[in-house]
């Protein structure tokens, strides 16, 4: 008979496999850092600097304070473990995983590659790059003088050397080197990858089932199309792995209450075997906008009640949330939601709006404005401020706590 789950149990089991819930460690360093990548297997890239990178925040929501620079080590670093790829989305990876994303860069390569108009109309700029990069070694697209290196368009026009370089990247003829004032570093993949990385081969199915395995752990527990998203699967070779998996024991089928698809049908969903069933979860976090808890929408929103949807390129008029909202995590609740900006010069982290989810009350701004004032100092800031003029229920609230 198939175990049936309670939401809050399922709530909590996903967090725990997420880090949450763990006593935090008094100094975080470069093992502590290593750890987490581990756990989670990817960090998720934006360039949004209006608060704090992406990047930087899972960490900080899991550990605590750290030195970004030890990060910067790890992911900036040439000579560091990891490297770039679409994994969900751009996302920081291990080296070692390369091989278990030839099957996606050799889907690129039929999409994108020889007969699609783009690359024939580029293929002389493409056979100058790598000629380039095999004669200067890793750079950044800023770096390669070339008459097509011209952005067009607004701001974040892309030139057609910068279209080429990213093109060579999906199909893995390119791998990042690390990255300079955030900028991506091309190198030819011999340059950048060890050989016992670039000579290892994995099956397309092998590679597959693997990665549902990743994210079946990372998860702890989740539907088909939760386990699915982790690393952007599609196709009929998921529910062949995903079988796969619950054939050897590791994937357990389970039932959730409340976790109900069209029509009301009962959503099959899977517990991984050495997942935890903690009976509590003690946390206070700041999410990412792409932290993997609220990264794919719908189990958001299935998982906690929390609709959530960034709004940076919404119009500001039409903005109800504001420019860039972070969840806001409370033991095993989403509980609202804040939309923060670092005032570097200033020195002041301003609180633009702050809202309660409905259903939830408790002293919400008692827990949240000590974590805010941990956020300020992290980022080198001395203060926290809500805005004047603040939009939310829960900002006058916070005023008056901080």
Same mark, same amino acid.
């Given at each position: 008979m198939v175990e049936q789950l309670s939401p809050a149990l399922a709530r909590r089991i996903a967090l725990a496999a997420q880090g949450f819930g763990r006593p935090r460690p008094a100094v975080v360093g470069t093992r502590q850092l290593n750890a987490l990548i581990d756990r989670l297997n990817l960090l998720q890239i934006d360039s949004v600097n209006v608060f704090e990178r992406s990047h930087y925040l899972p960490a900080f929501a899991r550990l605590g304070a750290y030195d970004r620079t030890l990060?910067?080590? %790890?992911?900036f670093d040439a000579r560091g473990p990891h490297t770039e790829y679409w994994a969900h989305e751009a996302a920081f990876v291990r080296k070692d995983d390369w091989p278990l994303f030839r099957w996606r860069m050799r889907a690129y390569r039929e999409r994108y590659g020889t007969g699609n108009a783009w690359f024939a109309a580029n293929? /002389?700029?493409?056979?100058?790059? $790598?000629? @380039?990069?095999? *004669?200067?070694?890793?750079?950044?697209? /800023?770096?390669? @003088?070339?008459d097509a290196n011209r952005r067009s368009g607004p701001w974040w026009g892309w030139s057609e050397v910068k279209r080429a370089l990213e093109r060579m990247f999906l199909f893995g003829e390119v791998a990042i080197a690390g #990255?300079?004032?955030?900028? #991506? #570093? =091309?190198?030819?993949?011999? *340059?950048?990858?060890?050989? /016992?990385?670039? *000579? #290892?081969?994995?099956d397309d199915d092998d590679a597959i089932r693997e990665l549902l395995r990743r994210s079946a752990v990372a998860h702890g527990i989740g539907t088909a199309r939760d386990l699915a998203d982790y690393y952007r699967l599609k196709g009929p070779a998921v529910q062949h792995a995903l079988q796969q998996l619950e054939d050897a024991g590791e994937l357990i089928p389970v039932q959730v209450r409340g976790w109900e698809g069209p029509g009301g049908?009962? %959503?099959?969903?899977?517990?991984?075997?050495?997942?935890?069933?903690? $009976?509590?979860?003690?946390?206070?976090?700041?999410?990412s906008p792409f932290d993997p808890v609220?990264?794919?929408?719908?189990?958001?929103?299935?998982?906690?009640?929390?609709?959530?949807?960034? @709004?940076? =390129?919404?119009?500001?008029?039409? $903005?109800? =949330?504001?420019y860039y909202s972070l969840p806001i995590l409370l033991d095993d609740e989403l509980v609202g939601r804040i939309d923060l900006k670092s005032d570097r010069q200033a020195g002041v982290l301003r609180v633009q709006s702050a809202w309660t989810e409905s259903g939830h009350g408790g002293p919400i701004a008692e827990r949240l404005a000590p974590l805010l004032a941990q956020t300020a100092a992290w980022q080198g800031l001395g203060e926290v401020r809500?805005? *004047?003029?603040?939009?939310g229920d829960l900002a006058p609230v916070l005023a008056a706590e901080l």
């Open positions: 990060l910067d080590r %790890l992911t293929e /002389s700029t493409l056979q100058w790059l $790598r000629a @380039e990069l095999a *004669d200067k070694g890793p750079l950044a697209a /800023s770096e390669i @003088e070339h #990255r300079t004032r955030f900028q #991506r #570093r =091309y190198g030819l993949v011999d *340059d950048v990858l060890p050989a /016992s990385v670039l *000579d #290892r081969t994995v049908r009962q %959503l099959k969903a899977w517990l991984h075997r050495d997942a935890r069933k903690p $009976r509590l979860i003690d946390a206070a976090a700041l999410l609220v990264w794919f929408r719908d189990r958001a929103l299935r998982m906690f009640g929390f609709h959530y949807r960034i @709004e940076i =390129y919404t119009p500001a008029p039409q $903005r109800v =949330y504001g809500v805005a *004047d003029g603040a939009r």
